[in-house]
């Protein structure tokens, strides 16, 4: 990871008044499996296009490997991209297919075969080199695609929710054949996907957006363990948020009061809060212990309430808890099965005591900036 | 206990087509529809010249229309404005489909429409005011061979090319814009990508109302009668004089073979069109 193979200055984007992509500043360094995520319309799709060179940006920068790439078409930019649909041409055989972009551009046709058997067995489809798309399964054309992109030899691979398409077990197992591919092939492969186990599972870096802007850049275990804003924290796991408000700092920990309780709450903050200042408290359903009402003085971070429903999820069970001194305000609690079973008793209208440790809590920013 | 169920299953639409009233009229519709075809081709080998009654079979007046140069004549008029038609349809179709399928512009409804007007106008109005037209901007009507046809030409062009336009935009419909994207993205240059994958993908179309456009042109009469003169007859014009001379198994002959042609070019029509559903029916 030493020079950046795309660099993104403040590129922007609009849609008659809706900005797709506003002043997206983002740096992806060499051999990366980046992941960008972000919820439907977010603008996902169309950074990937205008990195491909299919939409132009009203305003910003973009380099590829150093090059400016404002005046280079979509078929001399030194990427390539797999589409969501496949696109792949039904009139060619899968050999055909993915030969396509190497007769294109010249490359003599025994050396395009020997490049493209290669690719073939690379990904897995020796054998179907003369069937036709419509002959294929689902991710047997997931295949075809990626491997008429990667033919080409690009700096980056550029893939549009590649696995949206394929049922949950086969999209577990292209998940790590694309981990393999990127790995052995040393490509930077640029993952576009709005399912966040997804981007968790596979990439380096993430890229977390939000209404044509990034909310934040970081590595998977970053983004869950300490993500910058309320976006992020909500959009990656789940997160419960309490509103609070700052009262004192020592060292590394914070003390904050709720409002809900008279308990000062311990977490561990920032670098840059200020007394008195309000935030949210974040606390991840799988971090909260769950005990039946009794010795209260016992723990540090500790709210009561009473359970107003149980999801069962199979391997846990999620804890809807009602907080004693607002209604409105329901905890997740998230208990796996093996943890519970001194707890087996826990049931519906029963007042519990949630606690946690000070290292486990979050300290947000209230507005979403 | 067993149940029996099939004494009374329900109809559903497609069991009609077993019931005893329904294949009546469908023989007698294909009875309708097809006994005087059969006639006019059985008495084509008919030998007598009256052509009444059934005299026994000779393929006597094949060779008589073999050999009868105004219908040669005819012939080859009619095949080279079929073909001329056939160009200049499909071109002109070509681009007016583009131009509904890629772009947007005022009053597109409107113009989509006055494409398709000559498809539903009756051919005996535009013939009159085909005739009218060329009359009025003084067309010659002395040009030597093959520009004679002109004429009929243009005219054949104007009533067919909408047909080609609506064909071929259906099928632009069906086209994934990603597919072009994908191609560029690989390397391809515009030459490329419209050869390489536009046209594949609206070939089937193009042959399909190329031989379409080539029958309409092909048997087209009352258009045809309209703006044609005594050195440019057509098939269809040679065989209702000939008609209206008298009506000799020759005439059923060069009827025949007319329909024969028209036949093998509608064939390969479905043909194609057949073999690209099957083809391309999963993506
Ligand atoms: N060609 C276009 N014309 C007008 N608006 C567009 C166009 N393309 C995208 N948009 C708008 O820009 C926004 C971002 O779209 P984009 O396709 O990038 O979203 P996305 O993050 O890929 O979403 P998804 O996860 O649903 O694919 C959306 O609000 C969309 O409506
Ligand atoms: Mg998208």
């Known amino acids: 990871m030493k020079n950046p193979i795309i660099k993104i200055e ?36 169309t950074l990937l296009r205008v990195l491909a060179g299919f939409e132009v940006p009203d305003s910003g920068l973009l380099f590829i490997d150093g090059e400016n790439m404002r005046s280079i078409p979509p078929n001399r930019r030194p990427l390539n991209i797999v589409f969501q649909s496949y696109a792949l041409f039904p009139h060619m055989t899968v050999l055909d297919n993915i030969a396509f972009g190497l007769k294109v551009t010249g490359v003599p046709i025994k050396e ?24 294929l399964s689902g991710g ?13 030899r690009p700096k980056v691979l550029l893939l549009d929710e590649p696995l949206s398409a394929l049922d949950a077990k086969l999209r577990n197992e292209m998940r790590q054949e694309l981990v393999r591919l990127q790995k052995s092939m040393g490509i930077t492969f640029i993952l576009v996907t709005h399912d966040q186990q997804e981007a968790l599972s596979t990439a380096d870096r993430i890229a977390v957006m939000n209404n044509g802007r990034i909310k934040q850049v970081a590595s998977p275990t970053n983004l869950y363990e300490s993500p910058s804003n309320k976006f992020v924290a909500g959009f990656i796991g789940s997160i419960n948020l309490i509103k609070c408000e700052v009262r004192q700092i020592e060292g590394e920990l914070c003390a904050v009061t709720t409002g809900l309780t008279k308990d000062l709450f311990s977490i561990k903050g920032k670098n ?13 359903p ?8 009794t010795d209260i003085d016992q723990y540090d971070n500790k709210l009561a309430g009473i359970i107003n429903n149980i999801t069962y999820l199979g391997r846990s069970s999620m804890y809807h808890v009602k907080v004693s001194g607002d209604e409105n305000i329901v905890m997740n609690v998230s208990m796996s099965h093996s943890d519970r079973s001194e707890n087996i008793d826990l049931c519906i209208g029963e007042s519990v005591l949630m606690h946690w440790t000070a290292g486990s809590a979050l300290l947000l920013e209230d507005h979403d900036s | 206990m067993k149940i029996k169920n099939n004494d009374k299953a329900p109809k559903v639409s497609l069991d009609y087509f077993y019931q005893w009233w329904f294949k009546v009229i469908l023989c007698v519709t294909f009875i309708f529809l097809y006994a005087p075809i059969l006639v006019l081709i059985i008495f084509s080998f008919n030998d007598s010249r009256r052509n009444i009654t059934w005299r026994g079979f000779t393929f006597k007046y094949y060779e008589k229309a073999a050999l009868n140069d105004g219908l040669i004549d005819a012939f080859i008029n009619s095949l080279t404005i079929g073909i001329f038609n056939t160009l200049g349809s499909l071109i002109l179709g070509i681009l007016t489909a583009l131009l509904l399928w890629r772009f947007r512009f005022p009053f597109k409804a409107v113009y989509e429409g006055i494409i398709l007007l000559p498809v539903v106008m009756p051919e005996i109005c535009i013939g009159v005011a085909l005739l009218v037209f060329f009359n009025q901007i003084g067309w010659a009507n002395n040009l030597p061979w093959p520009l004679s046809l002109s004429k009929i030409t243009f005219a054949h ?39 390489n994958v536009f046209l594949p993908h609206i070939r089937p179309a193009l042959i399909v109302s190329g031989l379409i456009a080539f029958t309409l042109s092909l048997d087209d009469f009352v258009i045809t009668f309209f703006t044609s003169g005594p050195d440019t007859i057509t098939v269809p014009i040679k065989i209702y004089s000939m008609v209206r001379f008298s009506v000799t198994p020759e005439v059923n002959a060069a009827s025949t073979i007319l329909l024969l042609i028209t036949l093998c070019a509608a064939g390969i029509a479905l043909w194609v069109h057949r073999a690209k559903i099957s083809r391309i029916g999963k993506l």
């Not at chain 1, 490049?115 to 036709?132: I, P, Q």
């Open chain 2, 157 to 195: 062009i104007l009533f067919s090319f909408p047909f080609v336009a609506i064909i071929i935009r259906a099928r632009l419909a069906t086209f994934n814009l990603e597919q072009e994207e994908a191609a560029f993205d690989l390397g391809a240059s515009p030459g490329q990508v419209f050869t």
């Open chain 1, 112 to 135: 395009c075969y020997q490049r493209v058997k290669m690719l073939l067995k690379l990904v897995k489809l020796s054998g179907l080199d003369h069937r036709f798309p419509h002959q």
């Open chain 1, 10 to 45: 403040g590129i922007t984007k609009k849609f008659g008044i809706k900005n797709a992509l506003e002043e997206i500043d983002l740096s992806i360094y060499e051999g990366e499996f980046f992941a960008i995520v972000g919820p439907s319309g977010c603008g996902k799709t």
């Open chain 1, 272 to 284: 840059e809060i200020s007394v008195g200042q309000s935030y949210l408290m974040g606390v991840r």
């Open chain 1, 140 to 152: 047997q054309l997931q295949r075809v695609a990626l491997a008429r992109a990667l033919v080409k």
């Open chain 1, 286 to 293: 799988e971090k909260i212990q769950l005990t039946k009402l």
